[in-house]
Nanobody, 118 residues
Framework: QVQLVESGGGLVQPGGSLRLSCAAS????????MGWYRQAPGKQREMVAT???????NYADSVKGRFTISRDNAKNTVYLQMNSLKPEDTALYYC????????????WGEGTLVTVSS
């Protein structure tokens, strides 16, 4: 069983910063892509940022230049540094991992809420 434990969400004022963390644990043999998705009320889930095991990153256009994704392969942990936050960044943020145990499959965290409001 693979478990993803997210932390770092909360309430922040516009222009502020937050850092999300997600640690993967369990019988994991290898992790490929790690990332963050988000879902705002009444909207579909969307990709925010992803990072491969080699460090290649991909960002949604709406967060480029403001968010930075990174990972610690030794700790099976992915981070999302979010700066210059806007009210439209308010959403439930989900951690995503593509990992290999007996087969490759996707795993999702339960989500951490980020609220940007004055």
């Amino acid at each position: 069983q693979v478990q993803l434990v997210e932390s770092g969400g909360g309430l922040v004022q516009p222009g502020g910063s937050l850092r999300l963390s997600c640690a993967a644990s369990g019988s994991i043999f290898r992790i490929n892509v790690m990332g963050w998705y988000r879902q705002a009320p009444g909207k579909q889930r969307e990709m925010v940022a992803t990072i491969t095991s080699g460090g290649t990153t991909n960002y949604a256009d709406s967060v480029k230049g403001r968010f930075t994704i990174s990972r610690d392969n030794a700790k099976n942990t992915v981070y999302l540094q979010m700066n210059s936050l806007k009210p439209e960044d308010t959403a439930l943020y989900y951690c995503y991992v593509n990992a290999y145990r007996s087969t490759w499959r996707d795993y999702w965290g339960e989500g951490t809420l980020v609220t940007v409001s004055s």
